[in-house]
C-alpha cells in the first residue's frame, strides 16, 4: 500500500468491523514491531502495550467503556458519529482485540503543559504508525479515550500500577468488513496559515 493512500484511508472504523472473523496475536505483535520504531520524547521509548482477547476481560472492560459512553452521549445531538460511537459501545466486547496503549508516569497536579504535551506526544506517534500497520494488513481501528473516565478501575482489572503508568487510550482492532475510502475532511488550506494565525 502506497504511504499517501494509508494516510488518507486509515481512519476509525466502529461499524464495519468483521465480529466473527478472528484477529490472531501474530498480526497485532507484527503491527507493534512497527509501532515501536516511531519518535518517542528524548528516546525514551516508554510506551507500552497490553492487548486484550480473553473475552471475560474484554467483557468488563465494555461494561466500563459503555458506562462512559452513555454519560459522554448523552446531550450530543443525533449525528452518524454518535450513532457509530454507540455502536461500538454497545459491541466493544464483540471486536476481536482491544489494545490498550499506555505509557509510563503520571501528571502531577503541578506539571508544565510541555511535560504533558511530551507524555502524550511520545505515545500517539506510536499508536498512529500500530493503525496504519493494521490498515495495512486488511485490519479496521479506532482510537477512542472513552474508557478513561473509569481508568483507575481498568487499572485495577488489568494488573496496571495506576500510580505509574497512563492509559493513553484504547484501540479496538478487528478485520474490515469492507475497504474505506478517504475521510471527508476540511482542505488543508483551511485550516493552515503562515507566519500569523489567521482562523475564525
Not at 454507540?86 to 471486536?95: D, F, G, S, V
Request: charged content about 20%.
Amino acid at each position: 500500500m502506497l504511504i499517501d493512500e494509508a494516510l488518507t484511508t486509515t481512519r476509525a472504523v466502529r461499524r464495519g468491523v468483521d465480529l466473527r472473523r478472528p484477529v490472531t496475536r501474530d498480526v497485532i505483535e507484527q503491527c507493534l514491531r512497527l509501532a515501536v520504531h516511531a519518535p518517542t520524547g528524548g528516546g525514551r521509548q516508554d510506551w507500552r502495550f497490553v492487548g486484550i482477547d480473553d473475552p471475560g476481560l474484554k467483557h468488563a472492560v465494555a461494561e466500563y467503556y459503555r458506562s462512559a459512553s452513555a454519560a459522554h452521549l448523552k446531550h450530543a445531538p443525533p449525528s452518524t458519529d454518535v450513532e457509530s460511537a454507540r455502536y461500538l459501545a454497545q459491541n466493544l466486547e464483540r471486536i476481536p482485540v482491544l489494545l490498550l496503549a499506555c505509557i509510563l508516569g503520571r501528571q502531577s497536579p503541578s506539571e508544565h503543559p510541555a511535560r504533558t504535551a511530551s507524555r502524550y506526544g511520545s505515545l500517539y506517534p506510536a499508536v498512529w504508525s500500530f493503525m496504519l500497520a493494521a490498515r495495512a494488513r486488511g485490519l479496521a481501528t479506532a482510537f477512542t479515550t472513552v474508557h478513561l473516565a473509569y481508568e483507575r478501575e481498568i487499572a485495577d482489572l488489568l494488573g496496571i500500577p495506576y500510580d505509574q503508568v497512563t492509559q493513553g487510550c484504547l484501540v479496538p482492532v478487528g478485520y474490515a468488513k469492507r475497504w474505506f475510502g478517504a475521510a471527508g475532511r476540511r482542505p488543508a488550506a483551511d485550516v493552515t496559515s503562515w507566519n500569523h494565525w489567521r482562523h475564525g
